[in-house]
């Protein structure tokens, strides 16, 4: 077959995946899995070889990152049922102050909180951002919610253990400790410069607060001194200490004085995120003796990704349950694989579309086109996820789609897979709207109207893109 008619065939595709999902509403699974079954057979592989090739690729992603998935959201789930979130984030409000807190709220989102399932993360620490936002000045809610969107984007495609960043390290076959040290090298100035950027902009008049914000909304809280019943928090867990410093006033002496006791017996904050950064350091340790070639066989193994997360789960396991008991680390597990299941389905199908891709030949074709330049590919991978998340609304989805069809071009041309991983990312955040379930999350907690969440989360997390893929070039010609 011409390469024309491969590329041809390609583009339709992934066309009909999209519009199978945005026109007629079909699962994703589904749509991946019709577009992958009519490449591999349109582009001359026999039925069987089809078949092979897609279940091929499901298991494949399915080796490289299923258990790591999984192990994350687990510990996620633990942590969230913990309150250890809530504590955070009102401990880096009183370390570092109300000024500061849209960068050190957003820093801690974006990093050390990726283990948590996103829709998860966002509904325990939106309305506690809330909250926190009119002590930061006139453009509290302005700042907080823009912070939250990028910190949350960014985190899931960029920082080890995002769910999205895994699938795209076991899609390129990115060593995941290698994936973890320029995630951050990435996602760190990426957050501080969007959200500066969103800064500027909104007190140069960008955000007007009459009609950018949802006052009914705010006011009726107010009013009732507890989160709306319909917010999506029922099922939060409500830690003491949010307790005790919202409702003080309306608590007789004696409540006050058990809140203060209960306090006092939470386990240390550190203590139950310790499991979580062990695992994340052995990771990064592992990353470092490989990339300077130190054979410390012990640490070699500690340092593998799945050991170390296993560790992390089974510490984070121990911790939290000296702290909130047996039964409620069992409801958060159980939690934990409900979420992880629809994660690693969507991810293998991605490997399924990306096989087929790979099967049909069209790394040797795009190889030839981006022979002379590593940076072309970077900004047409760049291109391609955007472009698939306006379309079709999920970060992930789009992110292992357009990083799959590039991914046989990678070692042709000589270019960093890493680098195809991070710049696949960074498209994926372009254009956040309203197709997407996290837009709605954040316009409704943070008290904004949809115009409002136009420009804090839309135009914030774009700014974010923009901004991490012009820091990626200048990476690709570093390494």
């Not at 004085?257 to 990771?283: D, W």
Request: glycine share 10%; with cysteine.
């Amino acid at each position: 077959m011409s390469d024309i008619a491969v590329l041809i065939n390609t583009a339709v595709a992934v066309l009909a995946a999209v519009l199978l999902i945005v026109r007629f509403r079909v699962n994703p699974v589904i749509s991946l899995i019709l577009a992958s079954v009519y490449l591999g057979l349109a582009v001359g592989l026999s039925v069987e070889e089809t078949v092979k090739t897609i279940t091929g690729g499901f298991g494949e992603i399915m080796v490289d990152v299923g258990l790591l998935i999984a192990f994350g959201v687990l510990m996620g789930s633990i942590l969230n049922q913990s309150g250890a979130i809530r504590r955070l984030v009102e401990h880096l409000l009183k370390t570092f102050g109300p000024k500061r807190l849209p960068y050190t709220m957003g820093l801690a989102i974006g990093t050390v909180l990726q283990s948590i399932f996103l829709d998860v993360l966002l509904v325990i620490s939106a309305p506690l951002a809330r909250k926190l936002a009119p002590k930061i000045g006139k453009l509290g809610t302005a700042r907080m919610a823009t912070a939250m969107a990028i910190a949350l984007e960014c985190g899931i495609v960029f920082t080890v253990p995002g769910v999205a960043s895994l699938a795209l390290a076991g899609l390129l076959n990115v060593p995941l400790g290698k994936m973890l040290l320029f995630g951050l090298l990435l996602v760190i100035p990426t957050i501080i410069i969007s959200i500066a950027i969103m800064t500027f902009l909104f007190r140069r008049g960008f955000w007007n607060e009459a009609k950018d914000e949802d006052h009914t909304f705010v006011a009726e809280e107010d009013s009732e001194g507890e989160e709306p019943a319909d917010n999506g928090l029922a099922s939060a867990p409500t830690t003491n200490n949010e307790r005790g410093t919202t409702a003080s006033s309306a608590q007789p002496a004696g409540a006050s004085v058990a809140v203060v006791e209960r306090e006092r017996k939470e386990a240390p904050l550190l203590l139950l995120f310790a499991p979580l950064l062990t695992s994340l350091l052995l990771i990064g340790a592992g990353a470092i003796l490989e990339i300077f070639e130190i054979q410390l066989p012990w640490l070699q193994l500690l340092g593998e990704p799945v050991i170390a997360l296993l560790i992390g789960l089974i510490g984070t396991c121990l911790v939290t349950r000296a702290a909130i008991g047996q039964k409620k680390v069992e409801e958060a597990i159980a939690v934990g694989f409900k979420e992880s299941g629809q994660i690693l389905i969507l991810t293998g199908v991605g490997g399924s579309l990306a096989a087929t891709v790979a099967a049909a030949g069209l790394g040797d074709i795009l190889g030839g086109f981006f022979s002379a330049s590593t940076v072309a590919p970077l900004l047409v991978v760049w291109a391609i996820a955007a472009v698939l998340h306006i379309a079709v609304g999920s970060v992930t989805l789009s992110a292992i789609t357009a990083a799959g069809l590039l991914a046989p071009i990678a070692p042709a041309i000589g270019l960093d897979p890493v680098l195809l991983a991070l710049a696949a990312g960074a498209g994926s955040l372009f254009m956040v709207h309203v197709t997407s379930n996290t837009f709605w999350l954040l316009q409704s907690l943070l008290g904004q109207s949809v115009r409002g969440a136009l420009k804090s989360v839309t135009v914030g997390v774009s700014v974010a893109s923009v901004v991490a893929i012009l820091l990626i070039l200048p990476m690709s010609l570093l390494f």
